[in-house]
């Protein structure tokens, strides 16, 4: 029991951070916004750990089921403490356009940045790097229709019809991501998995020692994970919007936060995959993570505006437009081969610094 609790420090840790942040929610307030940003900054190193134990679990599970569960597991994950965060800071935040800038900065991250990241190291260590290309199209077809319905064809509904369209949006996603399911663990599950040469025996042993542990704890675990984080992510929101407010800071800097605090995890499993010439992961988790960003949390959001009677801003800006649009149409070349390299990697890559260029700029 004890070495399973100092295993889990990184998680446990949050408890009594919590505690303090209850516990000193005012006087930090009234200290000033200095005082509410470096206790903004204190919570969101908390959530990251914490989160890191989750994405921890969720591979100890993804290993034990293996492919294409095994992704599936770690991106769910993932978004999961994505949304959850989402949602406590809508209710804090008065930025109509989080939930947008959010789905689009992890949709930046995930593909340009974990991909292009893990593809361009990958690249520069083993060459070009195999993995299954049904796959990669299917991900980056789903993505563009899932973006297009969502986040560009709102633009063009009247304002006095956002309702109805807002419920076919969320009836539209479930049945994109049911049949998707049924595809990606069914008769097509073959299009995300791709058969690597046999370990050597020590690699085998290592992933065995991986696998090791209760299922049953590794839930558990993600379970309380995910509690502490959305008590956690209260508390940073209420002293980030404090700290922020009147600083002239960007608008996308909240988003950008949200995207990464919930990537960080993916980001150190994909480069672990690409090291190790298994590309198929990075693929799957680069680009489930994007697709499920887009379609689960999209119903979410857009329940909450029905619920709420409170509309959100979804339609993208013209500049995000051509972001999405360059991005995508990169994807789709470059994974239509079945073989990734540093310069496709460093396609993407460019295209992150210039999204992160870009959200500086306020754009």
Not at 84 to 99: K, R, W
Request: hydrophobic share 55%; with cysteine.
């Amino acid at each position: 029991m004890l070495k399973f609790l100092r295993g889990e420090t990184l998680l446990l840790q949050a408890v009594p951070v919590a505690l303090l942040a209850y516990l000193f929610e005012h006087a930090i307030m009234e200290a000033g916004q200095a005082f509410a940003l470096m206790a903004a900054a204190a919570l969101i190193v908390s959530i990251a750990c914490a989160s890191m134990r989750v994405a921890h679990h969720a591979e100890i599970l993804a290993a034990k089921a293996g492919e294409p569960y095994g992704t599936m597991i770690l991106t769910l994950s993932a978004v999961v403490v994505e949304v959850l965060i989402l949602v406590v800071m809508m209710q804090q935040s008065q930025q109509p356009t989080l939930v947008r800038d959010t789905i689009y900065s992890a949709v930046m991250l995930d593909i340009n940045g974990i991909l292009g990241l893990a593809a361009l190291l990958g690249g520069l260590k083993h060459g070009e790097q195999p993995y299954n290309d049904d796959s990669g199209r299917t991900y980056a077809v789903m993505i563009l229709t899932a973006m297009g319905i969502s986040m560009i064809v709102p633009d063009f509904v009247p304002q006095e019809s956002w309702h109805y369209y807002s419920a076919f949006t969320i009836i539209a996603m479930l049945a994109l991501y049911a049949v998707f399911l049924k595809m990606q663990v069914g008769q097509h599950s073959y299009f995300f998995s791709y058969r690597y040469p046999k370990m050597r025996a020590g690699a085998e042993k290592s992933a065995e020692e991986e696998e090791h542990g209760p299922t049953a704890l590794s839930v558990g675990v993600i379970l309380a994970g995910v509690a502490l984080i959305g008590l956690l992510a209260e508390f940073m929101s209420a002293f980030l919007s404090d700290g922020l407010e009147g600083t002239g800071a960007p608008l996308a800097l909240t988003a950008i936060l949200v995207a990464s605090i919930a990537a960080g995890p993916e980001i150190l499993t994909a480069l672990r995959a690409a090291l190790k010439n298994r590309m198929q992961a990075v693929v799957n988790i680069a680009l489930g993570a994007s697709l499920s960003t887009v379609i689960l949390t999209v119903p979410v959001v857009e329940a909450i505006a029905l619920f709420t009677g409170q509309p959100f801003t979804m339609a993208m800006t013209p500049v995000q437009i051509t972001m999405v649009a360059i991005t995508l149409v990169a994807a789709a070349i470059n994974v239509s081969d079945g073989e990734t390299n540093a310069i496709e990697g460093m396609t993407h890559f460019v295209l992150f610094a210039t999204f992160i260029m870009l959200s500086f700029l306020g754009l």
